[in-house]
């Protein structure tokens, strides 16, 4: 499988999760994740609305299932402020690991990918890894090795 992770952004200016989902979108024609980022926010916003994407420690895993997206794609965007997202532990956000995923990947890849990330957010080493690093390349290794294990 090549690299899901297609990028890190560092130090967004985000202040809740609306602002956070549309820059993720626009970033996804960007970075030819998609090339309609209306179809990709909405299915962002249609998960939100099924239920909070926001963790715990501060993170949040937002994820769009689309016709739209051609490839599963993984991007992270660490906030520079806290970010008021909905999340399981009552807390703001401070880093989003966002998945895309094409409709005909929704129930294969997409559920392998968020079970591997979401064990990784249970990982304080890891957490503090993405937290703490301002290095692209040690971020994005941490979590291809985490979702090939």
């Given amino acids: 499988m090549s690299k899901l992770v297609k990028k890190v952004f560092f130090d967004n200016s985000a202040k809740n999760t609306a602002e956070a989902i549309e820059f993720l979108s626009a970033q996804a024609v960007e970075l030819g994740i998609t090339d309609d ?5 909405a299915a962002f916003q249609e998960r939100e609305e099924q ?3 926001g963790m715990t420690g501060g993170f949040a895993l937002p994820h769009a299932k689309s016709a739209a ?5 993984i991007v992270v965007v660490k906030f ?3 970010v008021e997202w909905k999340s399981m532990d009552n807390h703001a956000v401070r880093a989003a690991i966002a998945i ?13 990918v968020l079970a591997k990330i979401a064990a990784l957010l249970m990982q304080p080493t890891f957490c503090d ?14 979590i291809e090795e985490g979702i090939e294990e």
């Fill in 37 to 41: 980022k209306d179809a990709v926010l």
């Fill in 51 to 53: 239920g909070p994407t």
């Fill in 69 to 73: 997206v051609k490839d599963v794609s």
């Fill in 80 to 82: 520079n402020d806290e």
């Fill in 100 to 112: 895309f995923v094409p409709d005909d990947e929704a129930t294969t890849t997409h559920l392998r």
């Fill in 129 to 142: 890894l993405v937290l703490g690093s301002d290095d692209e390349a040690e971020i994005i290794a941490a």
